[in-house]
């Protein structure tokens, strides 16, 4: 495959975010594709405190960088090699970012387009165990010196890289670079630093209009693969070109997965309702329980559709949800199924055969109580809990406070928080604006993910 040289590239950092930290150390090896042509490597003093855990995991202590040189002492050096070359490396944000950062503070505009050994790998190599670069290293074997130090990973992703070359028979690289070549005709009334600044994590973006009024929020997996799609499909209708067109800054909120990303979109298109936001702005459960007297005056339940003004006891998604919840509580309290109405329509299952019909009702007192109680234990059922998740970075949880049956609040603590006082937590910042789709979210995560669960009140649903 003919293109422009690789810079294959390791950095090792005082943490796991370009904000707040810095590098120190980096090694640049810059490939022909075959071998290796050039190359570069240096500690970098941070001029900020290694922490502990950092120097026990990289070697890298506080005396190693005290007399190295500070980045802007390298940064044209770096530039040099960097310039006009395809960025690589395993997790390339990570390194991109901490690079782009650094040397934007030492003065220089700089971009590259950029390729993720792990991405193309999962591609060439699929079906692996891990592809952590120790992992896929050891399963391809290749041999890694000084794990953990900048030159020892670099020279091993190298050999990576060139092996994917050499297996790449679908051209998956040059499908990934030609991709990124699109970038290139991103609209120019928008900032291109807006676009070279997102990230290729998990989390919500927002486009801004040119009052800097928040017009439509997204949640994506790789936030800037989503974003950039807005802007390079085909399909340019008058009102997709109004859009665009309207559309004059980018942000963004990384939010570590994809549940989080769930909610916070949730919320901020509650809170914001912004003008091109419409399919979460209508979403509504579709059916619910319902209790009334009939004119007999026995009390029944009754699964109808979801109407305006309509109040239902309980929510359900599907028809085949509400059946299986009335069938339990029927069970539960002992009700008579011939006064418990199921939904039905054409096409789907018949309601569940009812108790023999000549058999006399029951007594119409002691029955009506039975479905109070079924009543005010669904009122009364209330469960509170704490979803504890990845967060954007290695020392923290990404956490969704589930209070009484509602998304309470959602966001980020260090890993040594104590979630049993997560009350003391919370700030304002942290509440949302739940709807019945994010409670339902939250219920549906907590019950797939049973360990990632603390509850506070109440019991799982399957216990309950």
Known sequence: MKTSHYAIVDIETTGGFAAANQITEIAILISDGSQVIEEFSTLINPQQPIPFHIQTLTGITNDMVENAPVFRDVA?????????????????????????????????????????????SRKIFPNLGSYSLGRLCQSLSIAIQDRHRAYGDAAATVTLFHQLLAADSEQFILQAVQAKAKEQRLPTHIPREDFDRLPDSTGVYLFKNASGKIIYVGKAVNIRKRVISHFTGN???QRRQKFVNEICAIDFEETGTELMAFLKEC???????????????????????????????????????????????????????????????????????????????????????MQNPSTELPNQATYNARVTAAIEALLGHKRSFVILDLGRREDEYSFVYYRENKVYAIGFMDRETAVENIEDYIEQEHKVLSNFYMNNLAESYAQKHPRKVIYLQGQPLEEA
């Open 76 to 120: 044209e050096r770096i530039f040099q090699l960097l310039d006009g070359k395809i960025f690589v490396a395993h997790n390339v944000h990570f390194d991109y970012s901490f690079v782009l950062a650094s040397l934007k503070d030492a003065g220089y505009n700089w971009k590259a387009n950029k390729l993720c050994t792990v991405r193309i």
């Open 235 to 237: 399909n340019m209708g």
């Open 267 to 353: 919320h901020l298109i509650k809170k914001i309702w912004p003008a091109y936001n419409s399919a979460l702005k209508k979403f509504e459960p579709k059916y619910g329980l319902l209790d009334y007297e009939d004119v007999n005056g026995y009390l029944r339940l009754s699964i109808c559709q979801v109407r305006k003004h309509v109040q239902p006891t309980f929510y359900f998604n599907t028809v085949h949800e509400s059946t299986v919840f009335l069938l339990k509580l029927a069970n539960d309290f002992d009700l008579d199924l011939r006064l418990c109405s199921f939904f039905s329509n054409p096409g789907l299952p018949k309601e569940p055969k």
